[in-house]
């Protein structure tokens, strides 16, 4: 299974993933009934997740809903820290994930849209650097694991500050590496393999390091940051199988 889905990141488009990834989730499920861990996003427990990524870091992927780490934390966050699901709000998703796109678009409260660059889960297609887009019309904006991947990732946040609403709130995860200060990017670096040598990922132009919250505030965001470890058990961080070294950061204009 590892091998497998280590082939998928590395080969398949991500569009042609996000389509058949359903019937995926349908016909593995089957092979994980159990209890040893429990996705807060779906509610549904397995023997064990998926593994997932370049490298199929074992135990992370939910086989129902598809969850990650990031995804689960963020839920928890949003759903026990937030008004986001009681409060009516005016709500844009960059790179809609598929654990949440159709659980917010069904939320009463919500005028949800969702947008990327090639994304098939987008209602609108534009690019993150220069989105086309009304100023101050947004509550919240979403736009998770998107930054490693763009020219200026500073530009792109500054062009979300610019379509939230005075006070709006945006969450822009993206993946650290602990064992850097500072960001670490080259945009010189542009064959595949080399990248996921350097960055991690053959589609990344950056390593974000510890000062990431620094660079949100470069853009003109003051930030707080959630520790989910100040929130819930060791317990519980382990049976919903989240990295409790990922700190979330929300951006507020």
Known sequence: MRKLIRFFVRHIPRPLMIRFSKLFSFLI????????????????QFRKFLPYGNKAGVNRLCPNCLSLE?????????????????????VLHIAPEQPFYKKFRNLDNLDYTTGDLVSPLADIHFDIMNIPLPANTYDWVICNHVLEHVENDIEAMKQILKILKPGGQAI??????????????????????????????????????????????????????????????????????????????????
């Open 29 to 44: 499920r089957p092979f994980y009934i159990g209890n040893n861990v429990k996705c807060p996003v779906c509610g549904r």
């Open 70 to 90: 990031r995804h689960r934390l963020l839920w928890i966050y949003l759903k026990e820290h937030s008004d986001f699901f009681t409060t009516k709000a005016k």
């Open 172 to 253: 822009m995860q993206v993946p650290i590496n602990y064992t850097y200060k500072e960001t670490h990017e080259d945009l010189n670096i542009t064959d595949p393999k080399e990248r996921e040598k350097v960055f991690g990922q053959y589609d990344h132009v950056r390593w974000h390091g510890l000062d990431y919250p620094e660079r949100i505030k470069k853009a003109g965001f003051k930030v707080e940051e959630f520790d989910i470890k100040n929130h819930l058990s060791k317990d519980l961080i382990e049976k919903y199988r989240l990295d409790e070294r990922e700190l979330l950061f929300i951006a507020k204009k």
